[in-house]
C-alpha cells in the first residue's frame, strides 16, 4: 500500500525508528535505525506486511535495498524479522555479492541462518542480485566525493571498523559537499552518537 514515507525522524531505538509525516507517528522497522538522527529529514521506502498479529511497516534506505528484503522474503523459511536480521548484520552489497558468489559459510554467520537456510538462499536467489551488485558498487562510486573518500579513509585509519563507517556513510552523502576536516567532524559525531 505504501511506497515511500517523507517526513521527520522523531525516535530511534535500537530496531526502529519513528517517522513523523504532517503528525502522524509511524514506527517503522529498520534494519539501521541508527543511520538515522532524531530531527532529520528523510524519504524511507516502505513494505507494508500484514499479519494475523497486527500490521508492521519495514522500512529501507533506498529502494534497491527495499528490493533485497522482498528478495529475502521470498525465500522459503525467511520472515520479515530473519530477513531484517541478516541486512542489519552485513550492508546490502556485500551481501548481494556473497549471495551471488554462492557464500554458504559466510551466509551462517546471520542471526538465525543455519546451513539449511543459507543453501536455501543461495539457492533461490544465486543469479537474481547480479545487477544489484553492479548498481550499488557504481552509485557508490559516483555519489563519493575525493573530499569525503579521503575522510572515510581517515576513519577507518582512527580505528573504526568498515561496517561501522559504511553505516554513516550515506549520511554523509547527503550533506553538503565540504571538505575533507568538515567531513571527518560530521562522521565522528555520527560515530560518537551510537
Known sequence: ??????????IVKPDFIVVDVNGVGYKVFSPSPYAYQ??????????QI??????????F???????????????????PKSALAIMAAEDSNSLAEAIEQGEVK??????????????????DLKGKLGDYVKKA?????????????????????????KKEVDRITPA??????TTADQYIKKGLSLLLKK
Not at 534506505?61 to 525465500?75: A, I, M, N, P
Not at 559466510?106 to 539457492?123: E, M
Not at 554523509?172 to 559537499?177: F, G, Q, Y
Request: charged share 25%; glycine share 10%.
Open 1 to 10: 500500500m505504501y511506497e515511500y514515507l517523507k517526513g521527520n525522524i522523531t
Open 38 to 47: 532524531e530531527g532529520q529529514k528523510v524519504r524511507i521506502f516502505i513494505e
Open 50 to 59: 500484514v499479519r494475523d498479529t497486527g500490521v508492521t511497516l519495514y522500512g
Open 61 to 79: 534506505q533506498t529502494e534497491d535495498d527495499k528490493g533485497l528484503f522482498l528478495k529475502l522474503l521470498s525465500v522459503s523459511g525467511i520472515g
Open 106 to 123: 559466510y551466509l551462517t554467520r546471520f542471526p538465525g541462518v543455519g546451513k539449511k537456510t543459507a543453501s536455501q538462499i543461495v539457492l
Open 137 to 161: 558498487n557504481k552509485e557508490a562510486l559516483a555519489e563519493v566525493t575525493p573530499e569525503l573518500n579521503d575522510a572515510l579513509l581517515a576513519l577507518l585509519a582512527l580505528g573504526y571498523t
Open 172 to 177: 554523509l552523502i547527503e550533506e553538503e559537499k
